[in-house]
Each structure stands twice: as structure tokens, then as C-alpha cells.
């Protein structure tokens, strides 16, 4: 089996600890996959914790923008914070799409944490078979 290493994976997980959590101006970047399913293109982008209402996707061209932002849960005043690991604040990722892309159809689910966008890839870009025509007479040019 064939393992893919990144060895500045965890040099990013630990300066991203120390950095702190993201913010809308210096947004924290959130794991996603990519990959081609059928006649999609699949783009997963890990939110645990963040509301749906709190998740902003946009379009211009072919830029494709997911935001979110996760915040801090409700808290008596008699609640004494012991351990708070999981990061607060914003996320976001940028992603250029292919012009083969139709990103007037993009459909967006979210489930268990994961943001799921389907974008589905465009009839121009689609394989297709090209006929040939077979002429059975032949033409002389006379001049």
C-alpha cells in the first residue's frame, strides 16, 4: 500500500496552535478532499462544531469561497472554562474551479460536521463520440 507523508503536516498543526484561532481578517484555513465522482466533482470541507447559518459559500467567476466561523457556546457566569482546545473563530479556504466546471448548479449539503459541495461537470467538457462522414463520390475541381 502506498501512504502519501507530508512531513510540514504537523509543523502547521502546532503553528496553528500556537497562532491561536483565525480570525475574519487572518482566517484559519479547514481540511477538505477533492475528488471526482461519476460527473461531479466532490469538495468536502471539514466544519465540526459551526453552525449551518454560520457557513458562507460564494461563487464569482471561477473562485469558489467557503467561510465559517465557529463560535464560543453559550456560558453561565459560574462556569469556570478547565480545558478548551477546540479552536473558536474563523476558517476559511479558496479554491479555483475549472472552467469545465458548471458552477451554476453547485449543490451544498452539510452533515456531521462536513460541508459537501457538488459541483457538476459541464456538458462541453463531457467525453462524447465525434462521427466521421465517409463521402462516396469523389469530386474533381475543373478549372
Given at each position: 500500500m502506498l501512504m502519501r507523508t507530508?512531513?510540514?503536516?504537523e509543523?502547521?498543526?502546532i503553528a496553528q496552535q500556537l497562532m491561536g484561532p483565525g480570525t475574519w481578517s487572518k482566517?484559519?484555513?479547514m481540511p477538505m478532499d477533492a475528488y471526482r465522482e461519476g460527473d461531479e466533482y466532490v469538495v468536502a470541507f471539514d466544519v465540526p462544531g459551526v453552525a449551518a447559518d454560520a457557513i458562507?459559500?460564494?461563487?464569482?467567476r471561477n473562485m469558489l469561497t467557503v467561510k465559517a466561523e465557529r463560535r464560543p457556546t453559550a456560558k453561565a457566569d459560574a462556569v469556570k472554562m478547565d480545558l478548551s482546545e477546540r479552536p473558536l473563530g474563523a476558517?476559511?479556504?479558496q479554491i479555483v474551479l475549472a472552467d469545465t466546471l458548471d458552477t451554476e448548479r453547485i449543490q451544498a449539503d452539510y452533515e456531521a460536521g462536513v460541508l459537501t459541495l457538488r459541483i457538476p461537470?459541464?456538458?462541453r467538457a463531457k467525453p462524447r463520440k465525434v462521427s466521421i462522414n465517409t463521402g462516396s463520390g469523389?469530386?474533381?475541381?475543373s478549372g
Open positions: 507530508d512531513p510540514f503536516r509543523m502547521d498543526r482566517p484559519s484555513v458562507d459559500i460564494d461563487v464569482e476558517f476559511s479556504r461537470i459541464a456538458e469523389h469530386k474533381e475541381i
